[in-house]
């Protein structure tokens, strides 16, 4: 058995390359999990934004969501890259099939039904309320430089985004 088989037999990790840091590798496995995590739910938000700015009337609002849907996916190719130094082979690429991001927007698909940019607003905001949940924890789980300034930096936009989003919301109910 070479040593990369032994490494996935005992770390249990699918696609890891050979270690490139000193984190033992459960340390770097749960690291590698957070950062694939964030990347599921980066999807969720560009698939999100993507399918809000098609559907809203506003064409302020339109850009705004297209703004957003792509910074989610600069934001997702970093991680990426940042999980390929972590010794990640094959990073996360989708969006997820179950959990809370996904309960988050699935919302979303009635409201852009409606057409209503009030309900819109209203669930993309319910959606950025788990982003920023998403990577408050992830903060939390002993990230080391660079990943730690990375995902710190990505929270403050996030976190902004969902300030204005739920500006926008606030201000859409009052009219």
């Given at each position: 058995?070479?040593?990369?088989?032994?490494?996935?037999?005992?770390?249990?990790?699918?696609?890891?390359?050979p270690?490139?840091?000193?984190?033992t590798?459960?340390?770097q496995k749960?690291?590698i999990s957070?950062?694939?995590?964030?990347?599921e739910?980066?999807?969720?938000?560009?698939?999100?934004?993507?399918e809000?700015?098609?559907a809203?009337k506003?064409p302020?609002?339109?850009?705004l969501?297209q703004?957003y849907?792509?910074q989610?996916?600069?934001f997702?190719?970093?991680?990426?890259?940042?999980?390929r130094?972590l010794g990640?082979?094959?990073?996360?690429?989708?969006?997820s099939a179950?959990g809370?991001m996904?309960?988050?927007?699935?919302?979303?698909?009635?409201a852009?039904?409606?057409?209503?940019?009030?309900?819109i607003?209203?669930?993309?905001?319910?959606?950025?309320?788990?982003a920023?949940?998403?990577?408050?924890e992830a903060?939390?789980?002993g990230?080391?430089s660079?990943?730690?300034?990375i995902?710190?930096?990505?929270?403050?936009?996030?976190?902004?985004?969902h300030d204005r989003?739920k500006?926008?919301r606030d201000?859409?109910k009052?009219?």
């Amino acid at each position: 058995m070479n040593a990369l088989a032994t490494r996935e037999k005992f770390s249990g990790t699918r696609n890891a390359l050979p270690m490139r840091n000193n984190f033992t590798m459960a340390q770097q496995k749960e690291i590698i999990s957070t950062v694939n995590s964030l990347i599921e739910t980066l999807k969720d938000g560009e698939k999100g934004f993507k399918e809000a700015a098609e559907a809203v009337k506003d064409p302020q609002l339109k850009s705004l969501f297209q703004q957003y849907s792509q910074q989610r996916s600069r934001f997702a190719n970093e991680l990426q890259t940042q999980a390929r130094s972590l010794g990640e082979s094959d990073p996360e690429k989708t969006s997820s099939a179950a959990g809370a991001m996904h309960r988050a927007w699935i919302n979303l698909k009635s409201a852009v039904t409606s057409g209503d940019d009030k309900a819109i607003l209203s669930e993309c905001e319910r959606g950025e309320d788990s982003a920023v949940h998403e990577f408050e924890e992830a903060m939390q789980d002993g990230l080391t430089s660079p990943l730690r300034d990375i995902v710190s930096r990505q929270y403050s936009e996030i976190k902004s985004a969902h300030d204005r989003i739920k500006h926008l919301r606030d201000a859409a109910k009052k009219s």
